[in-house]
């Protein structure tokens, strides 16, 4: 598995989840400039390992009314293709921030998106860096066509993403990978690797052959004063010394798991207490670290349960 650190942090945040062979998932429309700090360094230091993931940006142009230029970003990819390891595809988003899509333009969107898909893939050196995106709530048979199609030399896409799950209730994005996996066990295509955009449900990784994921959720966590532990996510700022799932609430023995976890990635107590950029730090750590360690617990269905049963 591999976890894709999501977001614009601080450039010296960054740097050190670049240094420590983090893996990073950076805007094309957002964060141009963090991008080509990464390449410097990776031009300068050598390779440490992190791989980076190149999201399109088309969702935050789309919030914005406008849109990403396929032929300017093939282009900037190209330009860039030894720094970069995936790479979503410019998909569409139907309807208007402001009004629910109707089912038809949903629908126009992902023939576009897969539209997309096909024109970038001719036109891109690294093909199999490129991912089509299929979303939440898209018809079906979008999916399919994507698992089922191969190119001029008989070859599948290797690579796709699962996307849409961002803000959807925990029920929705678990309905949405069984089908999705269900559908990609069927296919022509079963060994296809998966990315899940924006979902870091740790359980759902687990639950779920997926290859790869990214989120912001390291950097948020942080920002609101708390931590990632075995414990589950625990309060640690100053400012949030009054809720009970505060660090100074916890039993003895508890605060003494959470110190020992900090002591064993090269931190205290006190700097995640007052220093965010820690927090940041501590929380890729857990992130990729239980990445590294990711097992893939295959569920049983109750029927097959039964059958093995008899």
């Given at each position: 598995m591999?976890?894709?650190?999501a977001g614009?942090?601080?450039?010296a945040?960054?740097?050190w989840?670049q240094?420590?062979?983090?893996?990073?998932l950076l805007?094309?429309m957002n964060?141009k400039?963090?991008?080509?700090k990464w390449i410097?360094?990776v031009?300068?230091?050598?390779d440490?390992?992190s791989?980076l993931f190149?999201?399109?940006g088309?969702?935050?142009?789309?919030t914005?009314?406008?849109?990403?230029?396929?032929d300017?970003?093939?282009?900037?990819?190209n330009e860039?293709?030894d720094?970069?390891y995936?790479?979503?595809?410019?998909?569409?988003?139907?309807?208007n921030?402001?009004k629910?899509?109707?089912?038809?333009?949903?629908e126009e969107?992902?023939?576009?998106?897969w539209?997309n898909?096909?024109?970038?893939?001719?036109r891109?050196?690294?093909?199999?860096?490129?991912?089509?995106?299929?979303h939440v709530?898209?018809?079906?048979?979008f999916?399919?066509q994507?698992?089922?199609w191969?190119?001029?030399n008989?070859?599948?896409?290797?690579?796709?993403?699962?996307?849409?799950m961002?803000?959807?209730?925990?029920?929705v994005?678990?309905?949405?990978l069984?089908?999705?996996?269900?559908?990609?066990?069927k296919?022509?295509?079963?060994?296809?690797?998966?990315h899940?955009?924006?979902?870091?449900?740790?359980?759902?990784?687990?639950?779920?052959?997926?290859t790869?994921?990214?989120s912001?959720?390291?950097?948020m966590?942080?920002?609101?004063?708390?931590?990632f532990?075995e414990?589950?996510?625990?309060?640690?700022?100053e400012?949030?010394?009054?809720n009970p799932?505060?660090?100074t609430?916890?039993?003895?023995r508890k605060?003494?798991?959470?110190?020992?976890?900090l002591?064993?990635?090269?931190?205290?107590?006190?700097?995640?207490?007052?220093?965010?950029?820690?927090?940041?730090?501590?929380?890729?750590a857990y992130?990729s670290?239980?990445?590294?360690n990711?097992v893939?617990k295959e569920?049983?269905?109750h029927q097959?349960k039964?059958?093995?049963?008899?």
């Open positions: 591999n976890i894709y650190l614009a942090s601080h450039q945040t960054t740097k989840i240094q420590q062979g983090y893996d990073k805007s094309y964060d400039s963090l991008i080509e410097t360094n031009k300068q230091k050598g440490t390992g791989k190149i999201d399109s088309a969702f935050t142009a789309w914005k009314g406008k849109e990403v230029d396929v300017a970003y093939i282009q900037w990819l860039r293709v720094y970069i995936l790479f979503g595809q410019v998909d569409s988003i139907p309807g921030i402001d629910a899509p109707t089912q038809s333009q949903v969107a992902a023939q576009k998106t539209e898909y096909l024109y970038m893939r001719e891109i050196i690294n093909k199999d860096g490129l991912l089509y995106t299929y709530g898209e018809p079906q048979k999916l399919e994507a698992l089922n191969t190119d001029e008989g070859e599948h896409i290797k690579y796709i993403a699962l996307g849409g961002v803000s959807k209730a925990k029920p994005k678990e309905a949405f069984s089908r999705c996996f269900e559908a990609i066990k296919s022509t295509n079963p060994n296809v690797k998966t899940a955009f924006g979902m870091t449900s740790l359980d759902l990784l687990e639950k779920y052959p997926i790869s994921a990214d912001t959720g390291w950097l966590t942080a920002m609101t004063g708390s931590i532990t414990l589950g996510t625990v309060c640690v700022s400012q949030t010394e009054k799932d505060n660090f609430n916890l039993l003895p605060q003494k798991v959470v110190k020992d976890h002591l064993e990635l090269g931190y205290t107590y006190e700097q995640v207490r007052t220093d965010r950029y820690a927090r940041e730090e501590v929380n890729a992130l670290e239980w990445a590294k990711y893939y569920t049983i269905s097959t039964l059958f093995k049963m008899f």
